[in-house]
Nanobody, 124 residues
Framework: QVQLVESGGGLVQDGGSLRLSCSAS????????YGWFRQAPGWEREFVAG????????YYGDSVKGRFTISRDNAKNTVYLEMNRLKPEDTAVYYC?????????????????WGQGTQVTVSL
């Protein structure tokens, strides 16, 4: 059983930056693909970014390409999401997820474990 704990959310102004962290425990960190998703009130959970086991292949949702960067540190059992040039429409609860697979999936249903989420609010 993998446990995921997100941190780093908060309130930031339009154009600002935040760095989210996801600490994993209870499994072999390097065996999992990791993804970040977000969900705003009234909206479905949206794929933000995913990173392969090797840390080289990265995938992004269209709305965050060029602004967000996902990374992983297998020595620290931690996944990061660097968010730059934030916009009010990025406001959501951000979730970290783990998938015991090789391919990076963009559908939430493919992920096996989820964190509790961290709130990101971008003000005008």
């Amino acid at each position: 059983q993998v446990q995921l704990v997100e941190s780093g959310g908060g309130l930031v102004q339009d154009g600002g930056s935040l760095r989210l962290s996801c600490s994993a425990s209870g499994g072999v960190f390097s065996w999992y693909v990791y993804g970040w998703f977000r969900q705003a009130p009234g909206w479905e959970r949206e794929f933000v970014a995913g990173i392969a086991r090797n840390g080289v292949e990265e995938y992004y949702g269209d709305s965050v390409k060029g602004r967000f960067t996902i990374s992983r540190d297998n020595a620290k059992n931690t996944v990061y999401l660097e968010m730059n040039r934030l916009k009010p429409e990025d406001t959501a609860v951000y979730y970290c997820a783990a998938d015991h697979d090789v391919a990076v999936h963009t559908s939430a249903r493919d992920y096996d474990y989820w964190g509790q989420g961290t709130q990101v609010t971008v003000s005008l």
